[in-house]
């Protein structure tokens, strides 16, 4: 059984640190390239950050760039999102991905972040 479970979402003041984590099973992970987005209220999903299959290729966001960080763990199945500098924009429902090619795409169930004082 194919699994995405994000963990790590939470409130945070304004400038904290938050790192959330998605833990795959059920495919092989080290196949996939990763993921994370998110949606804000009455806003459409956007894509935060991507990390290549053997972590040498990533891609942020603009709004992003230069405090989130994203990361993988193939040995553990697992990608992380270090999220520093926070900001209120940021509040939204995070969701890791995992896609293999156009068929074989897999989302988690999403994790709350919330940033405000």
């Known amino acids: 059984q194919v699994q995405l479970v994000e963990s790590g979402g939470g409130l945070v003041q304004p400038g904290g640190s938050l790192r959330l984590s998605c833990s795959a099973s059920?495919?092989?992970?080290?196949?996939?390239?990763v993921t994370w987005y998110r949606q804000a209220p009455g806003k459409e999903r956007e894509l935060v950050a991507f990390i290549a299959r053997t972590g040498d290729n990533t891609g942020y966001h603009d709004s992003v760039k230069g405090r989130f960080t994203i990361a993988r763990d193939n040995a553990k199945s697992t990608m992380y999102l270090q999220m520093n500098s926070l900001r209120p924009e940021d509040t939204a429902v995070y969701y890791c991905?995992?896609?293999?090619?156009?068929?074989?795409?897999?989302w988690g169930q999403g994790t709350q972040v919330t940033v405000s004082s």
């Open positions: 991905k995992a896609a293999f090619d156009l068929t074989r795409v897999y």
């Open positions: 059920g495919f092989t992970f080290n196949m996939y390239t």
